[in-house]
């Protein structure tokens, strides 16, 4: 039987689950210790697509991982399947994929630190316009975390920004001037501060659509050119 498993690779049961301030840092930290590593190797191009960035970025943080021998889980465009998809109920196809997923030594899938890549710019640059990909910043960045289409048992979560153009900081202000705009002054990224030495990480607050629960998601705003 497969209970008798549990001697070799351990049980469930023995681990609790728990997403706090603790792991919630240690994320942070191997994300940025990536991004420092890809960008000192400069393994990249500016044009990218976001899900390039965020593959690419992957591979520096599980060599992160390895190094700093952590056990963490770190997992490229997972499919979120809820309940309703794992009872048949809803198409498996239409279930949201976040960008990276971050587990630690338990078995329940449910239980992550989900982070979403989002390319951004200051000013037009070639065919990337700032105002759209700020509006998609929003929309299915930060929205996504709202509505509980990422992380919905999970009251945090991650952005990271993918700077190919301008000053972060000055993006940041322009996202916050575009939340004012749609009346959402209450979301805005604030406290900004360092985190591994990355000047541009701020926090915002927002209700979250389908239990009204208070979430927390970090902005991490990764400046690459």
Not at 14 to 27: G, K, L, M, T, Y
Not at 120 to 144: A, F, H, P
Not at 167 to 172: C, G, K, L, Q
């Amino acid at each position: 039987m497969l209970s008798s498993f549990q001697s070799t690779i351990g049980s469930a049961s023995q681990v609790i689950p728990n997403i706090d301030d603790d792991f919630e840092q240690a994320c942070l930290l191997i994300v940025i210790e990536g991004f420092k590593d890809m960008k000192r190797e400069a393994h990249y191009d500016l044009a990218w697509k976001e899900t390039r960035f965020s593959a690419h970025l992957i591979g520096y943080m599980q060599q992160a991982r390895e190094r700093n021998d952590l056990l963490l889980r770190i997992d490229p465009e997972y499919h979120l399947y809820h309940q309703e998809v794992l009872e048949g109920k809803e198409d498996p196809d239409t279930a949201p994929r976040i960008d990276i997923k971050i587990s630690g030594g338990w078995a329940k899938e449910d239980i992550y630190y989900g982070v979403e890549g989002k390319v951004l710019v200051e000013n037009d640059w070639g065919t990337r316009d700032n105002y759209q990909l700020r509006t998609r910043y929003i929309d299915t960045g930060i929205d996504n975390f709202v509505s509980g289409r990422y992380s919905r048992d999970i009251p945090r979560g991650c952005i990271l920004g993918y700077v190919v153009q301008g000053t972060a900081s000055e993006i940041a202000l322009k996202i916050n001037e575009l939340l004012t705009h749609h009346g959402r002054a209450s979301e805005h990224l604030t406290n900004r501060h360092f985190i591994n030495n990355c000047p541009d990480c701020y926090k915002s607050r927002h209700i979250r659509n389908t239990d009204r629960q208070v979430i927390r998601l970090y902005h991490v705003l990764l400046t690459f050119c």
